[in-house]
T-cell receptor, first 110, second 110 residues
Framework: EDKVVQSPLSLVVHEGDTVTLNCSYE??????LLWYKQEKKAPTFLFML????IEKKSGRLSSILDKKELFSILNITATQTGDSAVYLC??????????FGKGTRLSVIA | SQTIHQWPATLVQPVGSPLSLECTVE??????LYWYRQAAGRGLQLLFY??????ISSEVPQNLSASRPQDRQFILSSKKLLLSDSGFYLC?????????FGPGTRLTVT
């Protein structure tokens, strides 16, 4: 059974800190790994990763995938209070629905 | 570009009343469509998904049902709501690897 484990479950940092969120997975037929940000509404799409070692970057957020070790990380540099959210990792495998992790709740305090 | 609509945005219904939530997608054809529920402070629970008109897969047996009468329309229904049906209901669509969420319906059953 495909599985996604995110760590830590929650994290509190100060503005300006850099954070790294982890996502490890088990899969039988890997297609892609996706990251989402969820504030008090619907999740918004951040990144889709399909190849190892290629960093995806958007502003202060970046993500990379390691298909050999079966994990991905999401980095946020110079955190701001607006980065406070739940970050979800999801696995796409064949034609089945995405498998979501439980998320990491990030709180950035001023 | 593709957009996904859900309505209503919020809903308060008494126990035992019926439910109908609608989701429509624009700008794409033959998408995979999904209904998720998220209870307060909890992760995403996949309820139903559909790969085509009239094709519905149920992930969790309960008093909810789904229908897909048209290619880009997905409806979530219940004949009699329970208190435990309260939550944030999200519709999502995917084509190929990425998945995008609608704005969600926040349902409170009283």
């Amino acid at each position: 059974e495909d599985k996604v484990v995110q760590s830590p479950l929650s994290l509190v940092v100060h503005e300006g800190d850099t954070v790294t969120l982890n996502c490890s997975y088990e899969v039988t037929n890997f297609r892609s790994l996706l990251w989402y940000k969820q504030e008090k509404k619907a999740p918004t799409f951040l990144f889709m990763l399909t190849s190892s070692g290629i960093e995806k970057k958007s502003g202060r957020l970046s993500s990379i995938l390691d298909k050999k070790e079966l994990f991905s990380i999401l980095n946020i540099t110079a955190t701001q209070t607006g980065d406070s959210a739940v970050y979800l990792c999801a696995l796409s495998s064949g034609n089945t629905p995405l498998v979501f992790g439980k998320g990491t709740r990030l709180s950035v305090i001023a | 570009s593709q957009t996904i609509h859900q309505w209503p945005a919020t809903l308060v219904q008494p126990v035992g009343s019926p439910l109908s939530l609608e989701c429509t997608v624009e700008g794409t054809s033959n998408p995979n469509l999904y209904w998720y529920r998220q209870a307060a402070g909890r992760g995403l629970q996949l309820l139903f998904y559909s790969v085509g008109i009239g094709q519905i897969s149920s992930e969790v047996p309960q008093n909810l049902s789904a229908s897909r009468p048209q290619d880009r329309q997905f409806i979530l229904s219940s004949k009699k709501l329970l208190l435990s049906d309260s939550g944030f209901y999200l519709c999502a669509w995917s084509a190929r690897h990425e998945q995008y969420f609608g704005p969600g319906t926040r349902l409170t059953v009283t």
